[in-house]
Antibody, heavy 120, light 107 residues
Framework: QVQLQQSGPRLVKPSQTLSLTCAIS??????????WNWIRQSPSRGLEWLGR?????????DYAVSVKSRITINPDTSKNQFSLQLNSVTPEDTAVYYC??????????WGQGTLVTVSS | DVQVTQSPSSLSASVGDRVTITCRAR??????LNWYQQKPGKAPNLLIY???TLQSGVPSRFSGSGSGTDFTLTISSLQPEDFATYYC?????????FGQGTKLEIK
């Protein structure tokens, strides 16, 4: 059974960087048939897909246009995990952040969710 | 971006009722449409993928249909545990986009 365990700070100051990590058990970040996503949810924006990383003989990334200038999603094969970095955050980035394993576009496995608040 | 719009945004129904939720895509997405159920404080749970394929372990009272731009999620006989919020999601291309949700409440 695939399990995703999120970790990272729950409070981030405006203009700083939001960093979250998703540790994978029961699967491999390098699996050819999976993609590793970050999705967030807030009352104002609903469920919002942020981006993903995936391996198909080499590593690829896709990012949402709305955050493309500020986001980095990286795999870490040595620790079997992947991470999210979102730079220059504002209060609008306050949300529950989920990591998720996607296969053929649908998400079967989700992390537990992390409420990240952007506030001074 | 492929926008998807759900209706209704909320719905009151009783145990045993048949309920239908609709999702419309702004452009044709073939059958690249998934449905999720979310309960408060929990991550979404995949119910149906590829418009009509029931995820393993999901009760057969849930069904999905549609292709192109119009899709439906049907619950044939509501059970108490079905009261939740439902989302559609298009996986035709990135950025993946979600509907705004349908909150299903007890009448």
């Amino acid at each position: 059974q695939v399990q995703l365990q999120q970790s990272g700070p729950r409070l981030v100051k405006p203009s700083q960087t939001l960093s979250l990590t998703c540790a994978i058990s029961g699967d491999s970040v390098s699996r050819n048939s999976a993609a590793w996503n970050w999705i967030r949810q807030s009352p104002s924006r609903g469920l919002e897909w942020l981006g993903r990383t995936y391996y198909r003989s080499k590593w690829y990334n896709d990012y949402a246009v709305s955050v493309k200038s500020r986001i980095t999603i990286n795999p870490d094969t040595s620790k079997n995990q992947f991470s999210l970095q979102l730079n220059s955050v504002t209060p609008e980035d306050t949300a529950v952040y989920y990591c998720a394993r996607e296969g053929s576009g649908s998400v079967l496995f989700w992390g537990q969710g992390t409420l990240v608040t952007v506030s001074s | 971006d492929v926008q998807v719009t759900q209706s209704p945004s909320s719905l009151s129904a009783s145990v045993g009722d048949r309920v239908t939720i609709t999702c419309r895509a702004r452009q044709s997405i073939s059958t690249y449409l998934n449905w999720y159920q979310q309960k408060p404080g929990k991550a979404p749970n995949l119910l149906i993928y590829a418009a009509s394929t029931l995820q393993s372990g999901v009760p057969s009272r849930f069904s999905g249909s549609g292709s192109g731009t119009d899709f439906t999620l049907t619950i044939s006989s509501l059970q108490p545990e079905d009261f939740a919020t439902y989302y559609c999601q298009q996986s035709y291309n990135t950025p993946f986009t979600f509907g705004q949700g349908t909150k299903l409440e007890i009448k």
